[in-house]
């Protein structure tokens, strides 16, 4: 008889050797069996727990994505004025948990993956409505057009995050600059 309580311990432990695993091959190409291992426990017991290797890629992927909407949560608590809270938005993007190699692979693995997996896709159109629906409330009381301009600061987020994740040359500080400096273009331009 299984023991009460463990099941949320081992689907947690499950995502975060998810995480790990892919992290390692830098790809999905990945086994449940391998995950498995990583968490200390059977193939079977994995495959009971979430049916699948797509399952738990996308329980590992709610996963960042709840992580990186803390930092973002965190970063919002401080802000006190419309534009600090789309400055907030944007160093919370480039915060340096989203940038430990695991989460990077897991990233890039979401991108690509979205392309032909539905689940996959829809979880990516979640994360970036939300994106874009924080960025367009920040930016209506500063903008004609906050709704372009959060479509423009999302697009950059996720160009430059991409950019300084596979560069060795652009840092994190760097890129996070680079779309502070182009919210700030926006917002200061002549309408």
């Known amino acids: ?86 400055e907030a938005i944007i160093i919370a993007s480039f915060d340096q948990t989203c940038f430990a190699p695991a989460t990077v692979s897991a990233w890039m693995t979401l991108y690509s993956a979205a392309r ?8 990516l159109t979640i994360y970036q409505s939300r994106l874009r629906s924080n960025l367009t409330h920040a930016l209506r009381p500063l903008s004609a057009t906050p709704q372009a301009h959060a479509d423009v600061v999302a697009a950059l987020i996720d160009g430059l995050y991409l950019r300084a994740a596979l560069s060795d040359s652009d840092s994190r500080e760097a890129v996070c600059q680079a779309a502070l400096d182009t919210l700030s273009h926006l917002l200061d331009a002549p309408t």
């Open 1 to 86: 008889m299984p023991k009460v309580g463990m099941e949320p311990l081992r689907r947690a432990s499950l995502v975060q050797a998810t995480i790990a695993e892919i992290g390692r091959a830098q790809s999905l190409d990945v086994t449940v069996g391998q995950i498995a291992k990583t968490a200390g426990m059977s193939t079977a017991l994995a495959h009971h727990y979430f049916g699948g290797k797509n399952q738990i890629f996308l329980a590992a992927m709610r996963y960042i994505l709840n992580e990186y909407g803390a930092q973002v949560r965190l970063h919002l608590s401080g802000a006190t004025t419309s534009r600090a809270r789309a």
């Open 116 to 123: 032909t997996q539905p689940e996959t896709a829809r979880l």
